[in-house]
Each structure stands twice: as structure tokens, then as C-alpha cells.
């Protein structure tokens, strides 16, 4: 039930939001250049690698040495409205479709987060990663690592088509209030470097 939901809703909102995921391709490649798509490895269901689609919302800005300048530097205005109202992350309903993502569960992180996770984090990848989570309308990035994973693994814990359709529209929510964006004092959310409690229990 859960992966023909989610075929049905990503195809339905593919075609609904057409006009608008246009529109902001359009706006990306003006403001911002080519590539119009942010293209990243991130882990899949068991941990397993696959490339998330993004629209970009950051310059390619380097400093003397060639090495990438901080997210707050690179971060465009155009860049901003893109994460404040999530339409950054509508080019991963094509990866609901291929099977990659799920409209809902944990967000897909990085790579190289991995083998920083204790055994009850990691657990986050019993369940495909989604577009949107019980963390995102929990608090998202205001939260703190251990307690976006302990989220997660509440919802590998309870997931079920109605918590799915309640995480949906609380989504909708927290993207009107614009609610959680960021940590305070960040551009973008601070890295994971590792949990002090890895050791299994």
C-alpha cells in the first residue's frame, strides 16, 4: 500500500505542480547558471546509495585556494526562498517515482554520515528515505541531531498510511509557517560528526 501511494502521489503532484517546478527551473537558471539540478549520492533503504535531485540553491563560489566557500557565502536570496518554502526539494518526487525515495520517512542524508551513526541511529534505513518526515514537522533543522534521529526511528517504529497522511499535512503546513529551516545561527543545517553514545547498549 505504502509504494502505491506513493507511485499515485508523486505522479499526481508531478503533474499538479508542473507550472511551478517550470517556473522555478527557469528561475534557477537565470540567477544561478547551469546546472539547474543538484545531483548527490545520499543512502537509500539498507543504506544503500542512490543520486537525489535537487534544484540548486547555492553558488559554486571557491575561495583563492579552490576550495568551496562557506553555505552562508554561497547561499543566493533566490536560494533561501527555495529552502524556506521547500520547493528546493520537489525534483525528488521523480526518485518517489523510481522507487529511491518515499514521500515520507527519514530525510536522506550524507554519505560519509554512516559509519558515524550508533546502531539504534542507523536504524533510520530499515525504511526507504523520504521527501518529507516526522522530524521535518517535529522541528527540522532546529532540532538537534539526536533528536532527529530519535524521531526517525520512531517512525521506522509506527509507520503507517495514516501517520504518513498526517505527516503530510502537518508538512504543509510548517512549509506555510515556514517553521524550522535552520538551526539558529546557521545558513544551512550544522554537519553530523558522530554520536558520543555509538557503542551498542
Same mark, same amino acid.
Do not use: C
Given at each position: 500500500?505504502?509504494?502505491?501511494?506513493?507511485?499515485? &502521489?508523486?505522479?499526481? +503532484?508531478? $503533474?499538479?505542480?508542473? @507550472?511551478? %517546478?517550470?517556473?522555478?527551473?527557469? =528561475?534557477?537558471?537565470? #540567477?544561478? &547558471?547551469?546546472?539547474? +539540478?543538484? $545531483?548527490?549520492?545520499? @543512502?537509500? %533503504?539498507?543504506?544503500?546509495?542512490? =543520486?537525489?535531485?535537487? #534544484?540548486?540553491?547555492?553558488?559554486?563560489?571557491?575561495?583563492?585556494?579552490?576550495?568551496? %566557500?562557506?553555505?552562508?557565502?554561497? =547561499?543566493?536570496?533566490?536560494?533561501?526562498?527555495?529552502?524556506?518554502?521547500?520547493?528546493?526539494?520537489?525534483?525528488? %518526487?521523480?526518485?518517489?517515482?523510481?522507487?529511491?525515495?518515499?514521500?515520507?520517512?527519514?530525510?536522506?542524508?550524507?554519505?560519509?554520515?554512516?559509519?558515524?551513526?550508533?546502531?539504534?541511529?542507523?536504524?533510520?534505513?530499515?525504511?526507504?528515505?523520504?521527501?518529507?518526515?516526522?522530524?521535518?514537522?517535529?522541528?527540522?533543522?532546529?532540532?538537534?541531531?539526536?533528536?532527529?534521529?530519535?524521531?526517525?526511528?520512531?517512525?521506522?517504529?509506527?509507520?503507517?498510511?495514516?501517520?504518513?497522511?498526517?505527516?503530510?499535512?502537518?508538512?504543509?503546513?510548517?512549509?506555510?509557517?515556514?517553521?524550522?529551516?535552520?538551526?539558529?545561527?546557521?545558513?544551512?543545517?550544522?554537519?553530523?560528526?558522530?554520536?558520543?553514545?555509538?557503542?551498542?547498549?
Amino acid at each position: 500500500m505504502k509504494r502505491l501511494f506513493d507511485v499515485v &502521489g508523486a505522479a499526481a +503532484l508531478l $503533474v499538479l505542480l508542473s @507550472p511551478v %517546478l517550470l517556473l522555478v527551473a527557469l =528561475l534557477v537558471r537565470r #540567477f544561478l &547558471g547551469r546546472p539547474v +539540478l543538484f $545531483v548527490q549520492e545520499r @543512502p537509500g %533503504l539498507g543504506g544503500r546509495p542512490f =543520486l537525489m535531485y535537487k #534544484f540548486r540553491t547555492m553558488r559554486d563560489a571557491k575561495d583563492a585556494r579552490g576550495e568551496p %566557500l562557506p553555505d552562508s557565502e554561497r =547561499l543566493t536570496s533566490l536560494g533561501r526562498v527555495l529552502r524556506a518554502t521547500s520547493l528546493d526539494e520537489l525534483p525528488e %518526487l521523480y526518485n518517489v517515482l523510481r522507487g529511491d525515495m518515499s514521500l515520507v520517512g527519514p530525510r536522506p542524508l550524507l554519505m560519509e554520515y554512516l559509519p558515524l551513526y550508533s546502531p539504534e541511529q542507523a536504524r533510520r534505513h530499515e525504511v526507504r528515505p523520504g521527501v518529507t518526515g516526522w522530524a521535518q514537522v517535529n522541528g527540522r533543522n532546529a532540532l538537534s541531531w539526536e533528536e532527529k534521529f530519535k524521531l526517525d526511528v520512531w517512525y521506522v517504529d509506527h509507520q503507517s498510511l495514516a501517520l504518513d497522511l498526517r505527516i503530510l499535512g502537518l508538512t504543509l503546513a510548517k512549509v506555510l509557517k515556514r517553521e524550522g529551516i535552520n538551526a539558529a545561527g546557521e545558513a544551512t543545517a550544522a554537519r553530523f560528526t558522530g554520536s558520543d553514545r555509538r557503542q551498542t547498549p
